[in-house]
C-alpha cells in the first residue's frame, strides 16, 4: 500500500527559505515523479513542480522558477522541495504526490501526503 | 488566476443531479489532455475521483461520472448525498504551460 509522509508545520520569516520533505513506501520510488502543490488558505490547489527521482530531473511551474529547488534521496525514499525568498503570498498548506502512472506524461495525483502547513510572517 | 474556470458553488438536494463544469482551452481540455476530478474535505487532502476517460478511484460510488467535449469538462453527481457536500476540483495538463493546472474549485453543498 503506498504511503506519503511530509514533515510538519513550519513558522519562517520574509525572506527565509523552507524545506519540505515527503518520505514515501510501498511503490518502486524510482518510478513515479513526485509532485509538488501547494494551497494558499480558501484557494484552489497550485502546481508547483515535479521531481524524477530516477533521474534528478526537474520541471517547475514558470511562476517558481528561481526559487524552488526540488530533489530526492533514493536512499530514504525521500524527496524534498525548497522554496526561498519567502513573502507572505507563500503562505499555504504544501502537498507532495505520486501520480498514478509512471511516465512522464502522468499528471494525476492519485496518492496525496498529509500536507505540511508553511506560514510566512514577521 | 486558474485557466480551468468552475462555477464557485453549487447546491442540491438530497437526491438530485448536480454537474459540475471545467472550461478549458485549446492548449488543455481541447487538445484531448485527460481531465482529473478531485473531491476534498476542509482540512484534508484532496482526494482523486475521476481519472482518465471516465475512470472512477477504487470505492468511489457510481453516482460519479465524468463527460469531456471540445474544451470542457463535466462531473456529474446523482443522487446527491450529505457525504458528497465538499469542494470539487479538476484538473489536466496544459501544453503550452508545460506542467498541471487546477480549477478555481466548486463547493458543493447538500441542502
Known amino acids: 500500500q503506498v504511503h506519503v509522509v511530509q514533515s510538519g508545520s513550519e513558522l519562517k520569516q520574509p525572506g527565509a527559505s523552507v524545506r519540505v520533505s515527503c518520505k514515501t513506501s510501498g511503490y518502486t520510488f524510482t518510478d513515479y515523479y513526485v509532485h509538488w502543490v501547494r494551497q494558499a488558505p480558501g484557494q484552489g490547489p497550485e502546481w508547483v513542480g515535479r521531481?524524477?527521482?530516477?533521474?534528478?530531473?526537474?520541471n517547475y511551474a514558470q511562476k517558481f522558477q528561481g526559487r524552488v529547488t526540488m530533489t530526492a534521496d533514493t536512499s530514504t525514499r525521500t524527496a524534498y522541495m525548497e522554496l526561498t525568498g519567502l513573502t507572505p503570498d507563500d503562505t499555504a498548506v504544501y502537498y507532495c504526490?505520486?501520480?498514478?502512472?509512471?511516465?512522464?506524461?502522468?499528471?494525476?495525483?492519485?496518492?496525496w501526503g498529509q500536507g505540511s502547513l508553511v506560514t510566512v510572517s514577521s | 488566476q486558474s485557466v480551468l474556470t468552475q462555477p464557485p458553488s453549487l447546491s442540491g438536494a438530497p437526491g438530485q443531479r448536480i454537474t459540475i463544469s471545467c472550461s478549458g482551452s485549446?492548449?488543455?481540455?481541447?487538445?484531448?489532455?485527460?481531465v482529473s476530478w478531485y473531491q476534498q474535505l476542509p482540512g484534508t487532502a484532496p482526494k482523486l475521483i475521476m481519472f482518465g476517460y471516465n475512470r472512477r478511484s477504487p470505492g468511489v460510488p457510481d453516482r460519479f461520472s465524468g463527460s469531456w467535449s471540445g474544451t470542457s469538462a463535466s462531473l456529474a453527481i446523482t443522487g446527491l448525498q450529505a457525504e458528497d457536500e465538499a469542494d470539487y476540483y479538476c484538473q489536466t495538463h496544459d501544453n503550452r504551460l508545460g506542467g498541471t493546472i487546477f480549477g478555481e474549485g466548486t463547493k458543493v453543498t447538500v441542502l
Open positions: 504526490g505520486r501520480p498514478d502512472c509512471a511516465t512522464s506524461n502522468c499528471w494525476t495525483i492519485e496518492h
Open positions: 521531481v524524477s527521482p530516477n533521474s534528478g530531473g526537474t
Open positions: 485549446s492548449s488543455n481540455i481541447g487538445a484531448g489532455n485527460h
